[in-house]
């Protein structure tokens, strides 16, 4: 009777292992020292009528600071330069460093995502592992910034 138990326990273990396991089939490469996983953005400001997001700026050139947007480890601001319509730059003025895992997490993660921002010419970022909330913050202010170079 105690072999059936034990058995059964191990069987039971085994299922709920398989079954919480989780793959990935994504081949996005690695970049700065993290593997990038694809999440769909969050956005604060308004959506076209399509409800996608904006894609890159089809007009004013200039400098344009998104709205910030407050994460769980504190708020993250984006900026970004247009310059015939497209994206030249993108940086984060403002995001999480009031601790050291804060700080060793987003010297990562920041420039990753200021990169991922110029390839996409859009808000439809890769989100950094491992630093979820400020990728988050990240998408909702750099999509701010881009509304705002469109209006």
Request: glycine fraction near 10%; charge should be negative.
């Amino acid at each position: 009777m105690r072999r059936i138990a034990i058995a059964f326990a191990a069987t039971v273990s085994v299922v709920v292992l398989l079954f919480s396991y989780r793959t990935s089939t994504d081949q996005t490469p690695v970049a700065a020292g993290r593997q990038l996983g694809r999440t769909q953005p969050s956005h604060t400001a308004s959506p076209p009528a399509s409800g996608a997001p904006s894609a890159a700026p089809s007009g004013g050139d200039g400098t344009f600071t998104g709205a910030a947007a407050d994460t769980r480890y504190g708020p993250v601001q984006v900026r970004i330069t247009v310059a015939g319509g497209k994206i030249t730059d993108a940086q984060a003025v403002e995001y999480p460093q009031e601790s050291g895992r804060d700080v060793r997490i987003n010297s990562e993660a920041v420039p990753a995502l200021n990169q991922e921002a110029l390839q996409a010419q859009s808000a439809q970022i890769d989100t950094v592992s491992g630093a979820t909330y400020t990728s988050e913050g990240y998408q909702q202010s750099l999509q701010s910034a881009i509304d705002q170079a469109h209006g």
